[in-house]
């Protein structure tokens, strides 16, 4: 379980095809805290809820699955650019943020970014199927990123950012037409399955 609460981005330095799927070499100075990270930890990654199975000398690999890469924008990763990291939540530690759970729900467009002030106003074209999980006012994640909605207009969710947001993660980089990962709010899309789940046996 995470929080969307970014702890540092890493940079991707290699990508590895294996067995249909992708290991992922990631630099990072959290691969240098033995106390915080472990061999089969969970560290979402821009988001994605992904397994440590090496870590050490500034860099960790994580290994995704055909699955992953379908569902996600890890297929147009490439070497370089940088990556959203939070290693999974302890239960002593102080929850901010929401609930994020790591496994993606679909992909997002940009279709705005308008700097000015003390926010970010940043507009996300969602899928069709993901637009009744998401209210005003609600959570979402995006690339990993607790974010609050501040209005939803026809099939695109606007979201404001305050600085510190976009400059400690791959929001300062991201522009107009590039996807993100979207997760949308863990508690509603149980309420709204529930419900349906109800309607269907009335």
Not at 126 to 154: H, Q
């Amino acid at each position: 379980m995470f929080t969307g609460l970014v702890e540092q981005t890493g940079q991707l330095l290699r990508i590895d095809p294996q067995n249909g799927g992708r290991r992922l070499a990631i630099r990072t100075t959290l691969a240098d805290d033995p106390a915080g990270l472990a061999v089969g930890d969970s560290l979402a990654v821009n988001g994605i809820c992904l397994t440590v199975v090496a870590f050490g000398g500034g860099i960790v690999e994580v290994d995704a699955g055909p699955e992953t890469l379908s569902r996600t924008t890890m297929g147009e990763w490439r070497k370089g650019r940088p990556l959203n990291l939070e290693r999974a939540m302890r239960a002593d530690g102080r929850w901010g943020g929401h609930f994020v759970s790591g496994h993606i729900d679909g992909v997002g467009r940009i279709s705005a970014c308008n700097a000015g002030g003390l926010q970010t106003n940043l507009g996300v074209v969602l899928p069709e199927s993901l637009l009744s999980c998401v209210v005003e006012k609600g959570s979402i994640a995006l690339d990993g990123v607790s974010l609050t909605v501040a209005a939803i207009r026809g099939s695109t969710v606007e979201v404001a950012m305050i600085p510190h947001t976009r400059e400690n993660t791959v929001f300062r980089v991201l522009r107009v037409g590039e996807r993100v990962n979207v997760e949308t709010d863990m508690l509603g899309k149980y309420i709204i399955q529930f419900l349906s789940r109800r309607k269907g046996l009335s």
